[in-house]
């Protein structure tokens, strides 16, 4: 019998809809004569479904509306019970990007499931959702950040911020501890817009970060694997103006994104040595892709790492595998595989 993968989109997160364009492309890709997909939306609501009718309705957002294909599912202690009749894959795919999706939430209740599940587990999940101790953490292994300064809804003293400003200057970026694809965050040249950044970034939780603005551009390294790593091409992010926001990592209004990064091989090879460091030190599975500021000078700084990355046909980690010889189905076709090894 073939392999049944549910591939699981939706959620509460700011990050939805690139959850549903994500999902879609994943769903698109896998071969429908090796496995049975089993397309699974989670509403806003939080409620689970099995959604049986025509993938245009994911991309565009209308599944919830078709009710004869949207069948609600419960839990059981393997799987899922669609009434009374019980739904077990055999790989889970969660295409679920931020909150909920990317740290840690999800990946407990699939290890719950006791199923194997794509991409990395709780702790690390976790971890890497959470920017400050992600920083924490990777200075312990030499790998720089940029100056940081950590605020909560409850302690978030303004003779502080000002002794942060002084000691570091404008431009700052002020950016929500635990959210992704650029929710949130504002680039603050003057203390005018010091207050407004601060509510923006409060909007999406209950701890904030205040950080240097390092001149440079942004490098993104692709990891693909769990013991056997595959390293795919770095990309580089060139800006006209401004920061690489929500609206530019989804509409390129003004960036581009190049692949393979124009670098010097010896700064690619230790970016890409770094990139491994945290993969292994963190305990990631599957996949991730780290991102990092390089100055001018040379100077490596980590930004963030995304332990779900965009997943579309036309986003930044499938086009880094490609680079290196994996077409957008290989890739998908491997994560499942690395799935199944790690539970193995």
């Known amino acids: 019998m073939m392999k049944k993968i549910a591939v699981l989109f939706g959620g509460n997160s700011p990050e939805y809809s690139v959850s549903l364009a994500s999902a879609a492309s994943v769903i698109q890709a896998i071969d429908p004569l090796k496995y049975e997909v089993m397309t699974i939306g989670i509403a806003p609501t ?16 209308t599944w919830l509306e078709d009710h004869k294909n949207c069948h609600q599912l419960t839990f059981s202690s393997q799987g899922f019970m669609l009434g009374e009749k019980r739904i077990v894959p055999d790989v889970l795919f969660p295409v679920l990007h931020g909150k909920y999706g990317e740290d840690g939430c999800i990946q407990g209740l699939l290890e719950l499931m006791n199923l194997p599940y794509v991409g990395c587990h709780v702790a690390a999940s976790a971890l890497c959702m959470n ?39 404008f431009p700052i970026f002020i950016k929500p501890n635990e959210a992704g694809s650029s929710k949130g965050i504002t680039k603050v040249t003057d203390k005018t817009a010091l207050q407004s950044a601060l509510t923006n970034a409060f ?7 205040i950080q240097k603005a390092i001149a440079g551009i942004e490098i993104g390294c692709g990891i693909l694997g769990n013991e056997q790593l595959t390293i795919g091409a770095c990309d580089a992010i060139s ?26 091989l010896a700064l690619e090879s ?60 290989m890739l998908v076709e491997q994560l499942i595989a690395l799935a199944e090894e790690d539970k193995r």
Do not use: C
């Open 46 to 61: 939080m409620d689970w479904y099995l959604y049986q009718g025509n993938l245009k309705n994911v991309r565009n957002d």
């Open 131 to 169: 920017k400050w101790l992600l920083h924490q953490l990777a200075d312990t292994m030499g790998i720089a950040s940029a100056p940081t300064l950590l605020l909560s809804r409850y302690e978030n003293d303004p003779a502080t911020i000002d002794r942060f400003i002084q000691d570091h200057g």
């Open 203 to 209: 909007a999406y939780g209950s701890t904030v970060l």
């Open 239 to 264: 800006l006209v103006d401004g920061f690489f926001d929500f609206e530019e990592k989804y509409q390129l209004i003004s960036a581009t994104i190049t692949v393979p990064a124009p670098l010097p």
């Open 270 to 329: 230790q970016i890409k040595e770094q990139a491994q460091l945290l993969y292994r030190n963190l305990g990631l599975t599957g996949l991730a892709r780290i991102d990092f500021f390089v100055t001018d000078q040379g100077a490596i700084y980590l930004n963030e790492i995304n332990t779900m990355p965009g997943f579309t046909g036309h986003s930044r980690y499938p086009a880094m595998m490609a680079e290196v010889g994996l077409s957008y189905e």
